[in-house]
């Protein structure tokens, strides 16, 4: 199966390098290209990609209230922001908007290729750097907002287990082994999960945990 991609930033040079890389990818394929965020949100809707690479600071609508408009369309794609560290503020807007992952802008060409797929699965990017830097920020920035304890209600003991250590960072692999359970179960929790908290993906299983009081960013 092909994963399709629109790719969307302002800048040229950046969609060029993306547009080469991804085209040499067997599995992955360009589907079209937005020089802005208003761009982005059309051809998202015409074209039906499979994940969007959004850059945050486009001229007009920015790429956060176009992610926000593409995850809520009809067939929203799964959207990456693309993004620099001193970009903060900007991403944690995003993930509000419903970003599924962040890239930083001097990644590996090949990691971000790696990272598409990932978003592409379903999946979402909770690494030990950016990423879950950002959403320990935008947890704190957020107190006196946990949900009300219902949103917790009909999970079980080892599906609480599962959250916690998904809110903190750990991969499949790291939480079958803490569990001594096998991924595949590990897989088969984070499934019914996302179902019974109507989460869109583990980015959001995260902010969940972190505004339940499960874990808390100085853990």
Not at 29 to 48: F, K, S, Y
Request: hydrophobic fraction near 50%; charge should be negative; glycine fraction near 6%.
């Amino acid at each position: 199966m092909t994963i399709r991609v629109l790719l969307a930033d302002d800048q040229p040079l950046i969609r060029t390098a993306l547009h080469m890389v991804i085209a040499d990818a067997p599995d992955l394929e360009v589907a079209g290209e937005a020089a802005t965020g208003l761009q982005a949100v059309q051809l998202a809707g015409d074209l039906r990609p499979d994940v969007v690479v959004m850059d945050i600071r486009m001229p007009g609508m920015d790429g956060i209230e176009a992610t926000r408009l593409i995850t809520k369309g009809p067939s929203p794609a799964h959207v990456v922001v693309l993004t620099t560290f001193d970009e903060d503020d900007y991403v944690y807007g995003a993930l509000r908007a419903g970003a599924s992952g962040f890239l930083v802008k001097d990644m590996a060409l090949d990691d971000i290729l790696a990272a598409i797929r990932v978003v592409a699965a379903g999946d979402a990017l909770i690494a030990p750097g950016v990423t879950r830097r950002l959403i320990e920020a935008f947890a704190a920035d957020r107190p006196g907002s946990a949900p009300a304890p219902r949103e917790l209600e009909g999970i079980t003991e080892r599906e609480r287990e599962v959250l916690t250590l998904i809110a903190r960072g750990l991969s499949n692999t790291e939480i079958a082994a803490d569990l001594s359970i096998s991924v595949a179960t590990v897989k088969a929790y984070v499934t019914r999960l996302l179902a019974k908290l109507d989460a869109r993906d583990r980015v959001q299983l995260v902010i969940i945990a972190y505004e339940a009081g499960l874990v808390s960013p100085s853990r």
